[in-house]
């Protein structure tokens, strides 16, 4: 059965045949893919095809009076099509001031640091990259970025834990009439400009160069030691003594306005430490193989107490202990 806001993915030969045989007639169907189907609880997949399908109401898969080629058809597109819908959004935006979109662009959920500092241009609308590419070389790491939906500005945003406190302070200070600056996803703040086009692109690179170098963050960039060995395995659990017990709200008779406090409380506590009966405590009789075979696993790098998550933290971290070389040195000449 197919529901409203439900994806299901089906193996029957039926609908195999019938991507198959779109398929052959060039029209894109997408990634290969993988769901479990509520009927059965198991793992079902396509094989060589997958279509997602959203839909009003219910059918039945099983019905043979249903054309599933026919079916399908309505939701996918032809290569033309999309080529087509690319041109109209590119006018769209250029008529709006945005600078051209690049061809490259696939505006998708956030994605690790590494694979964006390497492909900007895939992640990041124009407006963003200099910016960005200006914060990544101090070591700035960024959560997110304004996308076409957000007409009429471009912004940038970070998490405040991960600033060094001369760049928090920075952050703080950012308040000229042009300038835009707010609270957006927990723990983050967005910083950005009234403006797009290369306007917008020059005035964003000119906050992002206002920050200093800094160290990479921990907890994304780098764990302690014990807390890595955790990650690979190495632990206990124990009750957690900060444990404390909290209703979800929905389930409280309570006004509309303390629905919605209530809600956000409660969204926080378990996002916290509170909300964890046990935690994972460091065991070191759990360790049964060398430390090198633990950060071969990974691509870890162990220095000084940290684990460096891979060889593109450790590398920008270096980039920080030169920077501090450099400073050093030039404060001896002066």
Known sequence: MIGK?????????KVIYSLNKIYKKNIKIGKVSHQKNPDSNKIKETKNYVIIITIKGVMNMEQEDIDIEEYLAKFIKTPEEIEQEKREEKNRLLLKGYLPKNEE??????SPMEMVEQNPQIYIMEECIPACEELWKKNVYTFMVSDYLNEGECWIEVV???LSDENKEILFQLSESDIRRRDYHRGCMIFGVNKVGKEGQERLL??????QMQDVPYGEAYYTLPEYLIERGCYKEEPNPDYIEMQAPWIQQSSPDELGARIIAYDEYLASNQSKKTIKVFDSTKVT????????????????GRVYLSNYHYQKHQNYVKSLTTSQEHKHTT
Do not use: M
């Open 160 to 162: 405040i834990d991960n």
């Open 289 to 304: 193989k060398p430390l090198e075979d633990y950060l071969s696993e990974t691509g870890a790098i162990y220095e000084d």
């Open 105 to 110: 662009y696939n505006e998708t959920p956030r």
């Open 5 to 13: 806001r439900e994806v299901y993915f089906f193996q029957s030969f």
């Open 206 to 211: 000119e906050l992002a160069q206002k920050f």
